[in-house]
């Protein structure tokens, strides 16, 4: 069976790993891939927005399935496009992915189908005075102000105070993140403790896969700007098979529902961001319409049941007559080496050396997130750029296998956080 990935980061690596080791698998093609993805895959060098070159290249290889690793190509319907092909897709409708896409439509959604999230208001361009008014229906600090569409992941500002909260508003309504922020979502700031929730869904049915937490912030000690994750492990402590539970009866699978009900039938993973309290249980921070990145590199490295059925089956339907995929290892964690600067302008080119014996270590793979090859060297080439990712019987030997490894590379303008998962290694 021959596997078409789109994407180039560590998740897109992670999945082709994965597949690599699916009995049924015979090729698979990554666009545009890496220099680590194509140790395992073919890649073929067409960005995962050049919607029309990757229709081409899917006309050209013929696969028998289609795997989008971000949300960009889906919410510009790649997935549509490739359906109407005939070829079967992982991955959402552009109608579907606007869950994503658009943080009001997913309000609205939410509050639809009484799914447990934030108190929230939308508003327009016209609309500051009446946003500013807003503010004032909370408490006070922090307000949680979102531009309504995609914005690479920085269109979320949590404000300190309010004059910083009605400094933002004008700037977004006015314009900050072009159309992304024309319409502006302000909601309720939740307390809690964050988690990443992913199911598999097949339009008409969801299965729980797994969960994972990330670290959001560039600095130990959660501090510093917000990135796309410095780190993730799996599984989350606070998401028990208890807990989980919860999350499918009370979001997942109304969710799923409701999008059926609405005409945007859900294929794909759904990617839940959780806050989860004692006084709550599970609300939605968002929804996201693909895996998590480096969530997707932790639950990839765990998985030891071969995910091709389920992943098909979530592209054709029938999901609900695959069995859960439900052999993981016990524990994995992944730490982020970012060039120097990110998450602003990162430090590009320099040589990246010792990946060969950092992969020796026991249980450790190391995903490429953005590399770049030049002769014979592997340089670094964005902002995340590795991921080293490890599997142990052991939260803590996960954190020791993955540091054992980091320390290994050498590569001068890398670093690293070095408290990844020490949430769940204080709960013991
Ligand atoms: P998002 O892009 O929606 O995931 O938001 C980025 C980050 O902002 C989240 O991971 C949370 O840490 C934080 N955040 C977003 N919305 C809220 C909220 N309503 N309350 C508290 N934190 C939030
Ligand atoms: N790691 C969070 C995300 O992929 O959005």
């Known amino acids: 069976m021959k596997i078409l990935i789109v994407g180039g980061g560590g998740r897109e690596h992670a999945l082709a790993w ?3 080791q699916s009995p049924r698998v015979t090729d698979i093609v990554v666009a545009p891939g890496n220099p680590g993805i194509a140790t395992v895959a073919r890649c073929e060098n067409i960005a995962a927005d050049n919607i029309e070159g990757l229709l081409a290249l899917a006309k050209l290889e013929h696969p028998h399935l289609v795997i989008v690793g971000p949300e960009v190509p889906l919410v510009m319907g790649l997935a549509d496009k490739l359906r109407a092909m005939d070829v079967p897709v992982f991955g959402p409708s552009a109608k579907a992915a606007m869950l994503e896409g658009s943080k009001g439509f997913s309000k609205d959604f939410m509050a639809k189908y009484a799914i447990p999230t934030a108190r929230y208001r939308r508003f327009s361009t016209e609309q500051a005075a009446e946003a500013k008014a807003y503010l004032e229906t909370f408490d006070g600090p922090p307000y949680v102000l979102k531009a309504d569409g995609l914005a690479a992941g920085k269109g979320v500002v949590i404000a300190e105070s309010k004059a910083e909260a009605e400094a933002e508003i004008d700037d977004m309504l006015g314009g900050k993140f072009g159309a992304a ?7 309720e700031f939740m307390h809690g403790e964050e988690a990443s929730f992913f199911a598999l869904c097949d339009g008409e049915t969801a299965v729980a896969l797994a969960g994972a937490q990330d670290h959001k912030r560039v600095g130990d000690g959660d501090t510093g700007p917000n990135t796309g994750g410095m780190g993730a492990y799996s599984p989350a402590p606070i998401l028990d098979a208890a807990m989980q539970q ?3 009866d009370e979001i997942v699978t109304p969710t799923v529902l409701g999008m059926k009900q609405d005409g945007r039938p859900y294929r794909g993973v759904l990617f839940v961001g959780l806050m989860i309290d004692e006084k709550h249980g599970p609300r939605v921070v968002e929804y996201n319409c693909r895996f998590g990145d480096p969530e997707c590199q932790v639950i990839m490295a765990r998985l030891k049941d071969d995910p091709l059925p389920q992943l098909l089956a979530c ?12 052999r993981f290892s016990d524990h994995a964690v992944a730490v982020v080496m970012a060039g120097a600067g990110y998450p602003g302008e990162p ?6 050396g010792g990946l060969a014996e950092a992969g020796q270590v026991p249980g450790v793979t190391v995903f490429h997130a953005g590399t770049a090859r030049q002769g014979d060297d592997i340089v670094a080439n964005g902002g995340r750029v590795l991921n080293v990712t490890a599997t142990a019987p052991t939260l803590q030997e996960a954190v ?8 290994l590379i050498d590569w001068p303008d890398g670093f690293c956080r070095r408290d990844i998962a020490w949430r769940a290694l204080k709960r013991g």
């Open 347 to 352: 430090k590009k080119g320099g040589v990246i």
């Open 181 to 187: 922020s024309a319409s502006l979502v302000i909601e």
């Open 315 to 326: 592209a054709t339907g029938g999901l609900g007559d695959c069995k859960r995929l439900e």
């Open 246 to 248: 919860r999350v499918m």
């Open 400 to 407: 020791e296998r993955a540091y054992a490894a980091v320390d």
């Open 18 to 20: 994965r597949l690599r």
